[in-house]
């Protein structure tokens, strides 16, 4: 009895050292390191003007008799998005009596920068809008070559008299593309918008000097759409 006792003793002593030794095998530590990775898209942003409408006018006049010259605000064109573009800008116009716009004459200007002209630069393009139309006899002078020149450093100008080749009929209506949103060509390059510039655009309005009485009484609207598309390929305006 004495030799089974103290043979139980001695398995539960080594049962005891088998535990023992199994617990402490799992608080050793080891070296480690560890190395991760992440990623996101950001889509890019095109936008004009924040988003919102421009609330300068094109033009705005009373009483306005043949062979008279009104000038309309300037109106900024602010690339806000993230991305450099293509610009579409349309000039619509109507008359509320069916007859001929021709008898209307439409000049412009626009400057483009990054940072904003004086007011002797904004002076200077606004003659140059102005000899477009020479006097009360509106006998009236082509554009410039309609490509952009440097008026002063950082500031490109363009100025164009819009004739009747240059309309088209739509319902009435007429309109004039002045960017048609392509990279090349004749006088695209100055509405290629990169992000952070400006495009400044006054418009010119005279009424022929050989409007009849038909015109009296009749009002003349305008009407801006600019669009700009993501300048890559393949998308450009249809």
């Not at 990623?39 to 009483?63: M, Y």
């Not at 509320?96 to 400057?111: E, F, I, N, Q």
């Not at 020149?149 to 007429?174: P, Q, W």
Request: charge should be negative.
């Amino acid at each position: 009895m004495k030799i089974a006792k103290a043979k139980k003793v001695l398995l539960g002593t080594t049962l005891a050292g088998a535990i023992a030794v199994s617990a402490s095998y799992g608080t050793y530590s080891w070296f480690t390191s560890e190395t991760t990775a992440k990623g996101e898209v950001t889509n890019a942003l095109v936008q004009l003007n924040n988003g919102e409408n421009i609330n300068e006018s094109i033009v705005a006049v009373e009483n306005f008799a043949p062979s008279q010259l009104v000038f309309g605000d300037w109106l900024t064109i602010d690339n806000t998005g993230t991305v450099d573009t293509f610009l579409q800008a349309k000039l619509n116009q109507s008359l509320d009596k069916p007859l001929s716009l021709d008898t209307y004459k439409v000049g412009y200007v626009a400057l483009k920068y990054k940072v904003k002209p004086n007011d002797e630069v904004l002076k200077a393009s606004q003659v140059k809008l102005e000899e477009l139309f020479e006097g009360t006899t509106n006998e009236v002078t082509r554009s410039v070559s309609g490509e952009p020149v440097e008026i002063a450093e950082g500031v490109e100008i363009i100025t164009g008299y819009l004739n009747s080749s240059e309309l088209r009929s739509a319902a009435g209506e007429k309109e004039i593309l002045l960017g048609d949103g392509a990279e090349s060509g004749k006088g695209n390059k100055f509405w290629n918008l990169k992000s952070n510039e400006y495009i400044d655009l006054s418009f010119g309005v005279k009424l022929d000097e050989t409007a009849t009485n038909d015109y009296q009484g009749v009002t003349y609207s305008a009407n801006l759409s600019v669009k700009a598309k993501q300048k890559d390929d393949g998308s450009l305006y249809e």
